[in-house]
């Protein structure tokens, strides 16, 4: 077992709420050391009040143990901090593909103003918001005014 | 308990307080959009509430090594006189107006004093209070938004503006007051006086209020506050509040989930 076999295994978490993308694509997997039997890995969090970093830092557990890798210590970093433009390309792909509209690219001013390139649906750029807070606090609902579809946003933070 | 903790815990408190407020609304809100939105702005502040009372507890336990406190014991184990939320945030929902209003006057400040405390040269508070600008950010627009369509909308919601605003300016004082932690933070400049966001705030606050058509406000007025949150010493609110917050842990302490 070396870090790189651990590195893979963890890339293989799936975040709960959007279960095609990994924590390696949403670059929330910050670090791993490995050493004299001792996993230390470093997570960053996205969101001050994301609910599903607790359910991965579980899930990192429950994947290391099924490799029989249990003396794990998992540390929250803060510094510097979480934003989407640590997601990967392949990301915003699998994001796309599943009916999300990926972050707009790099970096946004934070004035709420960032916006989807277009929908994922119909790939029209005849779109509007609905609101700038979705069903988590991640995403912004957005509605096509082509295909008439509604559609989750990643925002831009 | 030292100073700095107490600056710590007084972040934290301020996000918790209003972060339960804040959910008091869910499942209840206007219209589903904006039952969502509030219970977001919850969500955030609930969660640098955790990083804040993690901190604490970090610093408390390095102190004295034989406690083991954690950010549930703060949270829910400390009773009213313990607590240094401003008095602000404790004040009851009220109607949309007065909820909208209480998250601008309040993120209006908290934006001013994170950009400066992102600087702290200590490492995680610094690192805290930069992770949460970026969601701060978003409170701040979207409550400076409420606050110009509903003073500058009809008679009614202007009428329930007028109302909030006197419900809550005389809370607004307190934001500015320094007690002993302010000094402390500010001497080992882990953090700054509140008095140097006062001109800031007000005026980012009165253009809002302007373009609203909405009076002004002063900065000028003597406030009248007997009350101090900073020094635990509450309104009527916060034990109600406390009572429903806790009761869970403390009827069954070390509960999980």
């Known amino acids: 077992m070396t870090k790189e076999n651990i590195i893979e295994i963890l890339s293989e978490v799936k975040d709960p709420e959007i279960p095609v993308l990994t924590i390696s694509d949403l670059g929330i997997l910050r670090s791993v050391k490995y050493a004299d039997d001792f996993i230390q890995i470093q997570i960053t ?99 096509c005014l082509d295909c008439r579809e509604p559609f989750d946003y990643f925002k831009c933070h | 308990m030292d100073l700095l903790t107490n600056y710590i815990l007084h972040q934290a408190d301020n996000a918790l307080i209003l972060g339960h407020r804040n959910s008091e609304w869910t499942g209840h809100g206007p219209i589903l959009e904006q039952d969502i939105a509030i219970s977001n702005i919850a969500l955030d502040l609930i969660g640098q509430a955790r990083n804040f009372y993690q901190f604490a507890a970090y610093r408390l336990n390095e102190l004295s090594p034989s406690e083991k406190i954690t950010e549930d014991d703060l949270a829910y184990l400390r009773d009213e006189h313990e607590f240094k939320n401003f008095v602000l945030v404790e004040q009851p929902n009220g109607d949309w107006a007065n909820t909208i209003l209480r998250q601008f006057y309040f993120s209006s400040y908290q934006l001013l004093l994170f950009r400066e405390l992102s600087n702290s040269p200590y490492p995680e508070l610094a690192a805290i209070c930069e992770k949460s600008i970026k969601e701060i950010r978003y409170h701040v627009k979207w409550s400076s938004e409420w606050v110009i369509r509903l003073g500058d909308g009809t008679e009614e919601s202007h009428g329930r503006m007028l109302n909030a605003m006197q419900n809550l300016n005389p809370w607004i004082a307190e934001l500015f007051q320094p007690v002993d932690f302010d000094y402390e933070a500010d001497e080992t400049e882990a953090g700054i006086l509140p008095e140097i966001l006062k001109d800031e705030w007000y005026q980012r606050v009165n253009r809002i209020l302007e373009t609203a058509t909405l009076p002004t406000i002063s900065s000028e007025k003597k406030s009248m506050q007997l009350l101090s949150g900073k020094k635990g010493v509450h309104s009527e609110y916060l034990e109600p509040l406390l009572a429903e917050m806790q009761v869970l842990q403390r009827t069954y302490p070390g509960s999980q989930w």
């Open chain 1, 45 to 143: 969090p996205t969101y001050s009040g994301c609910p599903a970093m607790d359910m991965i830092q579980e899930d990192i557990r429950t994947e290391l143990a099924k490799y029989g890798l249990q003396n794990v210590e998992i540390k929250q970093v803060l510094s510097p901090a979480w934003t989407s433009d640590w997601m990967t390309e392949d990301g915003k792909k699998k994001l796309q593909a599943y009916g999300i509209a990926a972050p707009a690219p790099h970096h946004c001013t934070h004035n709420g103003e960032d916006q989807p390139e277009s929908c994922p649906l119909c790939h029209s750029q005849n779109i509007e918001m609905i609101s700038r807070f979705g069903s988590t606090a991640c995403k912004a609902l957005y509605r």
